[in-house]
């Protein structure tokens, strides 16, 4: 590999300089982490998968009129996105118990929710990214209340739209973290927009036709082994991958992956930036 400057390294990705001003690369990793990284461990072909997942969802938004930083993929495990300025909070959004609230709360995993949950978390890993209210974010100034307007409608309409995706496949979306960034335009206007990933890193999928069969991270979190296995499965039900996977015996069959990033950059190609209706305070306005 070229070398490049690494801007930062996280626990599943690399995220490198991008092509041109403006824009990243991020590198997916086969690395695993869970419980802010107290379990670690590598599986061949995870950063492969997820890439691939994560560009055809985001393409998929972009359809629908969700602005992302996906700009387009690069090969197997790296994509181009945007460069914004990461607003420090992860959004979860949840339709079924599981996780962290049935811990938090005691409730049975599986009950299903009278009307999705969107919760907030302070994006630090040396607190361990502790839970807070709306009024946390706008008071020490993460995002203002505007900004959280457009992250909550933007928050929802994935998840219907996601819901939609994923049932049609037979999975059913238990829950999921986003995160948002931020982009001023020469003008000064604010472009909000999706970023980071949308994977089975960061979703709880379930196989309705299938008991319920975890087929996310949690594998991995709860040592029900064959992640990559559940990974490749979601992969091929979206129509990814083909049928039998591009992982054979604990390997990738690089060849077969090389040949698929291709697909998601036909529809790349046609986007444009839609910017927010909020201006960045400039100079006092003379009367
Ligand atoms: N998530 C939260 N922080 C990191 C991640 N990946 C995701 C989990 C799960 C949802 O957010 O993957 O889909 C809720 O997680 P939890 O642990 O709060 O129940
Ligand atoms: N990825 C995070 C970590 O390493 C959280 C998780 O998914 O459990 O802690």
């Known amino acids: ?20 001003p403006g824009t990243l690369i991020q590198y997916f990793k086969d690395d695993a982490t869970a419980f802010n990284a107290q379990k670690k461990d590598v599986i061949a072909g995870k950063g492969v998968l997820n890439n691939r997942i994560s560009s055809h969802l985001m393409t998929r938004l972009e359809e629908i009129g969700i602005p992302t930083h996906f700009i387009r993929s690069l090969n197997m495990r790296e994509q181009l996105v945007r460069e914004v ?99 001023w335009g020469e003008y000064g206007e604010l472009y909000l927009m999706l970023a980071d990933e949308i994977s089975p890193d960061n979703c709880r999928l379930w196989d309705v036709n299938n008991n319920n069969e975890k087929m996310d991270k949690d594998r991995f979190r709860q040592d029900l082994g064959g992640l990559v296995e559940a990974y490749q499965q979601v ?10 996977g591009i992982i054979q015996g604990g390997s990738i069959n690089e060849q077969l992956a090389a040949g698929l990033e291709e697909i998601e950059n036909e529809l790349a190609r046609e986007r444009r930036l839609r910017s927010l209706n909020k201006v960045k305070p400039q100079k006092p306005v003379k009367s």
């Open 85 to 183: 300025e990461i607003i420090p909070i992860e959004v979860v959004i949840r339709n079924v118990a599981a996780g962290s609230l049935c811990k938090r709360l005691g409730l049975k995993e599986g009950m299903i929710l009278p009307q999705p949950l969107i919760e907030f978390y302070y994006k630090n890993d040396a607190l361990g990214d502790p839970m807070i209210g709306e009024h946390h974010i706008i008071t020490f100034g993460w995002a203002d209340p505007l900004e959280m307007e457009e992250i909550i409608t933007m928050s929802y309409r994935i998840n219907d739209f996601l819901n939609g995706l994923f049932s049609g496949i037979g999975l059913k979306l238990v829950d999921f973290k986003l995160e948002f960034g931020r982009l």
């Open 235 to 244: 992969a091929e039900r979206l129509g990814l991958v083909p049928k039998g």
């Open 1 to 20: 590999m070229a070398k490049r400057k690494v801007i930062h390294e996280g626990k599943a990705k690399i995220i490198y300089e991008g092509l041109e």
